[in-house]
């Protein structure tokens, strides 16, 4: 409860004190001068005595009201007055003595921190007495943007109206520079970085908390720092360490980068935090950090965390040619895009003393991914004939560069091998073919037209040529069913590989009761004097003009060949397009239904068979073309000659 006081110069009330007007405050704001004047008239007994004038100061918050009589301070004394639920004070008016002062739209913060600093009290406290005056720090506590202050001046004293006529300005002027002292800043916080920054800022310590304090306004996410200038500033420099935005560089090797760019530790790392952004600059060996600075802190400490782990396995196998290989542009990307397509991550790195080094965020995905390069980055070396300057061999080593963009690079040595360095392994494989088939058949009758992969890991050529100049294991032959190599693919047999293969031929058929091959039977003689090891023989037949019955029999003889061929261990098998010649049947199935007997094999066998290298060999380019379509549909191209 608040109770009517009545103030005056002095401390005590003295009869002699008489006056017909008071100060009234503590009213509404916006009350007008009548309901001031309709409240006190209505608190007279006397209906003689009346209020006269009511002066309103709503920048001041009082009012001056003047009565009829002099007495009717005393009426009121020791009354409590209440107005609209609101307690009244009054206080005489003397005209001498100023009225109390109110400074208001004063920054709260500032305020506030004078409310919590008893030091800093002290200090304006004893700046306003020496000017007479005292603050009443309790209406602060409500309104924390204002401070009301009273006179103590006292009309006994020397040059009191000189001192009361300036008393008012000096007060203002003396809080103001006050003020002036105190430094504030806010600094804003991101929503959802507040509980984490908070917490930091808790932590920090200053070098004089007396003279500066750190809040905070959970409401508007606010670090609010108010203080004098020098521990402000150590204050607020502390703080900003937590709270500034900044962006900040780091430099890292390039295969941290890497593993930083193709992981998922950043995004782990900002998921938290919207506003923080990590961005890896390969060009530059630079992470760049932005964001609140002690954000970034957490998150700069977070990335070194992951890197510190980052596992190490040594690559074998590379020599120094093979390393310049594989720093190259195109094979780098290349190998990037592989680990990714296995889903790898790992990033190699050449050391000082030239061995190269797999990295990656556990030991078993740095070993998966060192594996990973040593099966792809390939090196093949091939004893040739040809020597280096040869014009031709030149040509054509620059030509399955151009084709294959930057994933080989081909090698003459002065000893007369050609090296090939290949990524992926296929490329090698195929590349590899090409050049033996360019080196052993230099007249150019043979010669091969693409080269594709199998899932299993093999091989298979096209070669425009004659099937018997082949120098692989196995060479597929059809004849006659009574196996009289007389024409065709079966003379060339005789001519190039001697009679001994015909005598193999009829002495096989001399035990069969029919003297001649079985339908869709496969007989395997020797090679003779050819370069290869083994002829499979098929027997000829006639086109009947029904597809289903036809492709059947062509699956089960192809497949017997290669089981054959499996079954002696030889890794190469070489067959054209059969009865296409003599027999009549149609190129476009035949070598169609002959890739997918291949690929049926493949599929069934996989990488247990011997089989390596498969030819599909014609001496007509338009059958060979044919093949080609055909196997497009069932392998991936590896290097294709025209």
């Given at each position: 409860m608040?109770?009517i006081?009545i ?8 009869e002699?004190d008489?006056?017909?007007s ?10 007008p ?27 001041e918050?009082?009012?001056k ?28 008016h ?11 739209n ?13 030091l ?12 007479y ?9 409500h ?24 008393w008012?300005?000096?007060?203002e002027?003396a ?12 600094e804003?916080?991101k ?5 984490f ?13 007396k003279r ?6 959970k409401?508007?996410?606010?670090i609010?720092?108010v ?16 709270t ?13 980068i890497?593993l ?14 919207k506003g ?5 600059k ?11 600075a ?9 990335v070194?965390?992951a ?28 190998l ?8 790898i991550?790992?990033a190699?790195k050449?050391?000082?003393d030239?061995?190269?080094v797999?990295y990656?965020?556990?030991k ?20 040739v ?5 040869n014009?031709?061999?030149?040509q ?10 930057g ?13 090939i360095?290949?990524?992926?392994k296929n490329?090698?494989?195929a ?7 360019f ?16 899932k ?6 096209t070669?425009v040529?004659?099937i ?9 032959c ?5 196996l009289?190599?007389s024409?065709?693919v ?7 590989g001697?009679?001994?293969i015909?005598k ?17 039977e ?11 090891k ?12 029904d597809?289903e019955k ?18 002696k ?18 190129v ?6 002959i890739v997918?007997?291949?690929d ?8 247990k068979t ?25 392998y ?5 000659r025209?």
């Amino acid at each position: 409860m608040i109770s009517i006081s009545i103030q005056h110069g002095r401390s005590e009330y003295q009869e002699s004190d008489e006056s017909n007007s008071f100060i009234v405050q503590g009213f509404p704001n916006g009350t007008p001068p009548n309901r001031i004047e309709d409240y006190f008239n209505e608190m007279l007994v006397s209906g003689k005595d009346k209020v006269c004038e009511v002066q309103m100061d709503e920048d001041e918050g009082w009012c001056k009201v003047v009565f009829s009589n002099t007495d009717v301070l005393k009426r009121f004394s020791g009354r409590r007055l209440k107005f609209e639920d609101h307690d009244l004070t009054i206080e005489m008016h003397n005209s001498e003595i100023p009225s109390p002062v109110k400074i208001a739209n004063l920054n709260m913060n500032k305020i506030k921190f004078l409310l919590g600093s008893p030091l800093s009290k002290e200090v304006l406290d004893e700046r306003l007495q020496q000017l007479y005056a005292k603050i009443q720090w309790s209406s602060s506590i409500h309104d924390e943007s204002s401070l009301i202050i009273e006179c103590c001046l006292d009309s006994y004293m020397k040059n009191f109206k000189k001192k009361a006529h300036t008393w008012r300005r000096c007060v203002e002027r003396a809080v103001q520079q006050f003020l002036e002292t105190l430094y504030v800043t806010e600094e804003k916080i991101k929503e959802d970085e507040w509980n984490f920054l908070e917490k930091r800022v808790r932590e920090i310590r200053v070098t004089n908390d007396k003279r500066v304090f750190i809040d905070e306004d959970k409401t508007k996410f606010y670090i609010v720092i108010v203080g004098y200038k020098i521990p402000f500033i150590d204050a607020t420099n502390k703080v900003r360490l937590f709270t500034a935005d900044v962006i900040v560089s780091e430099r890292l090797e390039e295969f941290e980068i890497h593993l930083l760019s193709n992981g998922k530790v950043l995004d782990d790392i900002c998921k938290d935090f919207k506003g923080m952004k990590i961005i890896p600059k390969g060009d530059r060996n630079i992470i760049e950090f932005s964001g609140t600075a002690g954000i970034v802190a957490v998150a700069k400490q977070q990335v070194a965390e992951a890197l510190q782990k980052v596992a190490e396995v040594p690559i074998s196998g590379f020599s120094p040619d093979k390393i310049a290989f594989l720093q190259t542009p195109v094979v780098k990307l290349e190998l990037d895009n592989l680990l990714k397509e296995n889903g790898i991550l790992g990033a190699w790195k050449v050391k000082n003393d030239n061995t190269l080094v797999m990295y990656s965020l556990t030991k078993s995905s740095a070993q998966s991914a060192a594996q990973l390069v040593e099966d792809s980055v390939v090196e093949v070396s091939i004893d040739v004939d040809t020597q280096p300057d040869n014009k031709e061999w030149n040509q054509e080593v620059e030509h399955m560069k151009k084709k294959k963009g930057g994933h080989v690079n081909i090698v003459t040595t002065e000893n007369n091998k050609v090296i090939i360095f290949a990524i992926p392994k296929n490329n090698a494989k195929a590349i590899e073919e090409h050049v033996k088939i360019f080196h052993k058949y230099p007249d150019k009758k043979v010669r091969g037209t693409t080269h594709f992969s199998t899932k299993t890991g093999q091989t298979i050529t096209t070669i425009v040529g004659d099937i018997t100049d082949l120098d692989n294991d196995v060479i597929v032959c059809s004849s006659s069913r009574s196996l009289e190599l007389s024409c065709g693919v079966g003379h060339d047999l005789v001519i190039k590989g001697g009679v001994e293969i015909q005598k193999e031929c009829k002495d096989y058929l001399a035990k069969k009761p029919n003297k001649q091959l079985d339908v869709d039977e496969v007989f395997c003689s020797s090679a003779g004097k050819l370069r290869g090891k083994m002829v499979a023989h098929v027997g000829g037949k006639s086109w009947s003009n029904d597809h289903e019955k036809e492709k059947k029999s062509l699956v089960r003889v192809v497949q017997e060949a290669m089981r054959k061929t499996q079954e002696k261990k030889f890794t190469s098998f070489a067959i054209p397009a059969l009865y296409t010649g003599h027999s009549g049947f149609p190129v476009k199935e035949i070598t169609e239904w002959i890739v997918e007997a291949i690929d049926n094999f493949l599929e069934s066998h996989g990488k247990k068979t011997s089989l390596e290298n498969i030819y599909l060999c014609d001496i007509k380019k338009t059958t060979v073309d044919s093949f080609v379509t055909a196997l497009r549909k069932y392998y991936s191209l590896a290097y294709e000659r025209e």
